[in-house]
């Protein structure tokens, strides 16, 4: 799940340094690492350093679980995780497809980029080993020092859960801490 996360994420952080408009040129419905590094300019353009990264999910709907269990699931959810990481001057000025988890066997894509000003929005889906799927929906604003998302997250094919899937709502949030420790 974290690997799920971490990778939504990512594609964020790829995702605030586009340029504007949308990213999937040849309308295959795909957006390709080369696709969002032709998008990419200046303006947005994150700038180099180590950044926090915190994602954490406020809501969470599996139909059919009991109430006792998804509420110590939301509560566990809330909590969140935080990661720290390094973005090079390198990264920064052209980010790359193994900067942002976009590798090609992560099984995830980006089927929408769009931003306007300093607004992002973007939709990744998944598809897991053992038939999960996963698809994201992400809203929110970023400058070159950090973002803040909320994120909309589906969920099918978790081992536990009905076929129903689950729904996840959350926020992700980043900021620039200062150069990367030598």
Known sequence: MKKLLFLGAASLAMAACSSGG???RDGDGNITAEEARATMGDVGQM???QYEMSMNFTEVDIP???DSVK???TERMAKGFTVKHCITEEQAKDPGAEMF???EDSGCKMESLNRSGNNMKAKMSCDQPGGIKMTMD???DFSSNGY???INQQMSGVPGVGEEGMTMKGTITAKRLGDCPS
Request: charged residues 20%; without cysteine; hydrophobic residues 35%.
């Open 71 to 73: 509420g110590m699931m």
């Open 101 to 103: 988890g976009q590798k």
């Open 22 to 24: 949308d990213a999937d």
């Open 148 to 150: 803040t998302m909320q």
């Open 64 to 66: 059919g679980m009991p």
């Open 138 to 140: 992400m809203d929110g």
């Open 47 to 49: 700038t180099a350093g």
